[in-house]
């Protein structure tokens, strides 16, 4: 399979007139020619404005005055995220053609930067697990990309485009970017604007996938310095440029709830992995006689509970209202959980707020005497057949606690991709990047 390179990466070229943000759109162009009718990652596209706007970035290039780093760069939007001049369709029939006429808050900061938005990718119906069986796995026809953010996971992985954006409010960037092969970013809670998301549950997020580490930074600055993050939060803050690699002390081993459930063959990357970091003279801790970590493990492999919690009384509205005016449109498993929440209350909620923000305190004590947290981002390879999205178990920790997290495609389950998750402070995603950086350079050494 043929990947786009990193867009960023060809910064000199543009500008000396060598290579042109034209020439860059084409070739996406054609990899979306010759693969898109098996992949199925895009629901509508925008391909001659983007060819207008491919132009009017390369002559800028030329002038030398690119609006940003990712100026002309080709993108994939989630279908869950508003654009002016394409439907947002939520991945539902109810909603299929409605247009808003206006752009998501993340959509216009891309623009400003120069960014092509060349495309809607497709989702999982409300960014739920209910899956749609359409969106297919860029290494394996036969398996699925993950969700919800399918479509802009495979669009990558796929090279369609260099970059995508996703949102994530359980594993919906971080599984579907280790099954795809791509590089998957769930910034710190309110990271990201979520203006004209509908995703935009307590502990959701915006997510960036792309194939490069410095395209996820360079983006995600191109967003956070336009619109921001969520209203009261400080947003993603850090360098213009990509933070600089730093090798990291100590880094702590989280089983999470997928331990249980994940492959052999996961399990002996994760192995390797921890060897390959502490061979390089990092201090890996693991739960073994650690009675802190092994009381943390404990309390998140609860995790999945809580966030059903949280996650079903938020989801009340708007279910319950599509449910009672167009059930026979819902996917089944949305049917079921609408039903499955109206036994839910109020306290259930303020009690499972609660319990969120005392593991939130028990993360941060932990990270006090570590510098990241390391996990699988997935519980194997992604699994064969569209029916299901993949296990979350080993990504809800990330949404739950709010921390920004990294799936890095550097580990292999038998002949498919499979990412290293690196989870970090809150607020403190620059760095996270630093040593995800570094790590990066260890496993491609």
């Not at 994530?168 to 769930?186: F, N």
């Not at 498919?416 to 350079?441: K, N």
């Amino acid at each position: 399979m043929t990947k786009i390179s990193s867009y960023t990466s060809h910064a000199k070229a543009f500008a000396s007139g060598e290579d042109s943000p034209v020439t860059f759109l084409e070739a996406s162009l054609e990899a979306i020619g010759k693969r898109e009718p098996v992949v199925k990652a895009f629901k509508a596209m925008a391909i001659e404005r983007a060819r207008k706007e491919a132009a009017e970035s390369k002559a800028r290039w030329k002038r030398g005055e690119p609006l940003s780093p990712i100026d002309g760069m080709p993108v994939g939007i989630k279908d869950i995220l508003e654009t002016q001049d394409m439907p947002t369709g939520q991945g539902s029939p109810i909603w299929e053609g409605f247009a808003t006429r206006r752009d998501s808050a993340s959509v216009q900061a891309l623009r400003e930067a120069g960014a092509l938005i060349l495309g809607k990718t497709a989702t999982t119906e409300f960014a739920s697990r209910a899956q749609f069986a359409e969106t297919t796995n860029p290494f394996d026809p036969t398996r699925t990309p993950g969700g919800s953010s399918s479509g802009s996971c495979a669009a990558v992985g796929a090279g369609f485009v260099p970059v995508a954006l996703g949102t994530q409010v359980v594993g919906s960037t971080l599984r579907p970017a280790s099954y795809c092969g791509v590089v998957g970013y769930k910034p710190s809670i309110g990271g990201i604007n979520r203006g004209g998301s509908y995703d935009y549950l307590s502990h959701s997020c915006t997510g960036v996938v792309a194939t490069t580490l410095d395209d996820v930074w360079l983006t995600t600055k191109a967003l956070v310095t336009r619109t921001g993050g969520d209203p009261g939060f400080q947003g993603v803050t850090g360098p213009d440029t990509p933070p600089p690699s730093r090798r990291p002390k100590t880094v702590v081993v989280l089983k999470t709830d997928g331990w249980s459930r994940a492959t052999k063959g996961a399990r002996d990357a994760l192995a390797s992995a921890c060897g390959k970091l502490e061979a390089a003279g990092v201090n890996i801790v693991t739960s073994d006689g650690n009675t802190d970590l092994e009381a943390m493990d404990a309390a998140i492999r609860e995790i999945s509970a809580l966030s059903d919690v949280i996650l079903g009384w938020e989801g009340r509205w708007p279910l319950g209202s599509y449910a009672r005016t167009d059930a026979e449109k819902l996917h089944p498993l949305t049917r079921d959980r609408v039903e499955k929440n109206r036994s839910l209350t109020q306290d259930d909620y303020i009690a499972a707020l609660n319990f969120r923000a005392a593991l939130r305190r028990r993360y941060a004590s932990l990270l006090e005497s570590a510098d990241a947290v390391i996990t699988l981002a997935a519980t194997g390879a992604a699994p064969a057949g569209l029916e299901s999205t993949g296990d979350p178990g080993f990504n809800i920790p990330a949404s739950v606690l709010g921390v920004p997290a990294l799936s890095l495609p550097v580990l292999s389950d038998g002949h498919m991709p499979l990412g290293l998750q690196l989870m970090g402070r809150v607020d403190d995603d620059a760095d996270l990047f630093a040593i995800a950086g570094w790590t990066m350079e260890l496993f491609e050494a």
